[in-house]
């Protein structure tokens, strides 16, 4: 993503994964890990949307991470259709977790976390806010962006028995997605009474339309970019 981006190998569940991480200046703030597209598909950490949201996170004062996903990259193992991608990321924000509370002087467990994905990395990034609900970890952001909603189970990320699994939710999605109906979405987030940020004319890849994405997420988590 750019020359101070540092790629690095982390144990997971089935062997290494490879990531990326941006660093932002000075004391970091939290972590968020970003969740990239389908692998069977092209999909990779380097992808223009999870490094936009990485970006967005780096400038709101988060270590930004992006994992590649099984089979990508130097990482281990095969495609596991979100379930084994969800043992890797949650192994991957616990590795940076505790790296990072030591780096801090902080607790772990009490680190503000940040959860993004695009497309298949949303279905992932919102299967693992689940997990992290189950595991009784407070979750303070999560973005999701082209939400896979028509290919993979994406669990509610505000049940109406529950509260939401993160402090503050995003969901975005593109007007003209010809991947991922528009409809689908709302279909998916009616029954939460869940908003959807609707980009005018944006398809599922957002061309044209990745700075104004990134500044989206800023201001709706955070102070904007500046």
Known sequence: MSAQTRKRLVPGPVGPIEVAVDAPEGAPRGLALVAHPH?????????????????????????????????????????????GETDDLLAVLDFFASELAAETRAEAET??????GFS????????????????????????????AVTRFEVPQVRPADAAPLA??????????????????????????????VVFPGAG????????PLRDWVCRWHGAGCG
Do not use: I
């Open 39 to 83: 692998p069977l598909f092209g999909g990779t950490m380097d992808n223009k949307v999870a490094q936009t949201l990485a970006r967005a996170w780096l400038k709101l004062g988060f270590v930004a991470v992006r994992p590649n996903f099984r089979g990508v990259g130097e990482t281990a193992g095969l495609h596991d259709h979100g379930v």
């Open 111 to 116: 680190l503000p976390l940040a959860l993004a």
């Open 120 to 147: 298949f990395g949303a279905a992932v990034a919102a299967r693992c806010a689940q997990a992290l609900r189950q595991r009784g970890r407070a979750l303070q952001h999560l973005t999701l962006v082209g939400t």
């Open 167 to 196: 402090e503050t939710l995003l969901v975005l999605h593109g007007e003209q997605d010809d991947v991922v109906p528009l409809q689908a979405v709302y279909d998916w987030a009616r029954p939460q009474s869940l908003p959807v």
């Open 204 to 211: 599922h890849f957002f061309h044209g339309l990745l700075l």
